[in-house]
């Protein structure tokens, strides 16, 4: 059954993607960005939608007061699958991300993220795409913009050793930002490279931010720890939780 309502889901995720770009292109890139912003929050609720009715997926944000008002800030999330790509961005008025830069290559996604004004990187180039990351992002962050980026640089399979990239602590530095840590567990309900999605309830949590000021050590080594202590938490609740998904039980005490 679980196979059945994943196959289901799966399609009709990436039908939903299709059919609204498409619906939206002749309009979309004439809008003003807060109209385009709310046809972007239309799309990621109804992707919430299809994996609740298929899937019977909840979901459960926690640490919201944590979420900084009225200035800018960088949002370092974890990242274990593709729920939190279109969820996270539901709390914040105008973010943008840093993301790769062959995703600005993609037929119609690459020309909606060009609307929304995001951070391309290469990601092979090394410190010249963390020069080019900071210059592109230093006057969408002083405008006000909050800039999300996901420190490990890709999907990691939940319990899997960290290795957080020098990006985020490149950019904490050289913006005096104000970074807002993100746990989850979304990997073990969306496991990565299986098409197989299961029920349960899956936890973003915002955790307090980290003030401008550290060194570039003790940030790194601050917000790491933050992130993989609150994230262990969340697996080992998903693990205790009834009929856990076979990808928690391993985090079971």
């Known amino acids: 059954m679980i196979l059945l309502r994943s196959v289901l889901f799966q399609f009709f995720f990436y039908l939903s993607n299709a059919l609204q770009m498409i619906f939206w292109t002749p309009v979309y890139f004439f809008l003003d960005r807060p109209t385009a912003w709310r046809i972007v929050r239309l799309w990621a ?56 830069r062959e995703l600005m290559r993609v037929p119609m996604f690459g020309w909606y993220m060009a609307k929304m004004n995001v951070v391309p990187v290469d990601r092979g180039k090394g410190s010249e795409a963390l020069a080019s990351m900071a210059k592109n992002s230093a006057p969408q962050y002083h405008k006000g913009r909050n800039i999300v980026i996901y420190p490990e640089g890709t999907r990691t399979r939940p319990g899997a050793e960290p290795k957080y990239k020098y990006g985020i602590t490149h950019l904490y530095d050289a913006l005096g930002a104000t970074v807002l840590p993100v746990a989850l567990n979304s990997g073990v309900y969306w496991p990565k490279g299986s098409i197989k999605v299961y029920p349960g309830t899956i936890v973003m949590q915002f955790l307090p931010p980290i003030e401008p000021g550290l060194s570039r050590d003790e940030f790194a080594r601050q917000l790491q720890e933050q992130i993989e202590a609150a994230t262990t938490r969340l697996l080992e609740e998903a693990a205790a939780a009834p009929n856990a998904p076979p990808a928690a039980k391993r985090f079971k005490r």
């Not at 109804?46 to 899937?55: K, Y």
């Not at 800018?72 to 999330?77: E, I, K, N, Q, R």
């Open 45 to 100: 609720k109804s992707h919430l939608w299809l994996q609740s009715f298929f899937i019977g997926s909840r979901y459960e944000f926690r640490g919201l007061e944590h979420i900084p008002q009225g200035r800018p800030f960088l949002v370092a999330s974890k990242h274990q699958s593709n729920w939190e790509t279109y969820t996270t961005l539901l709390f914040f008025e105008d973010p943008s991300f840093i993301l790769k």
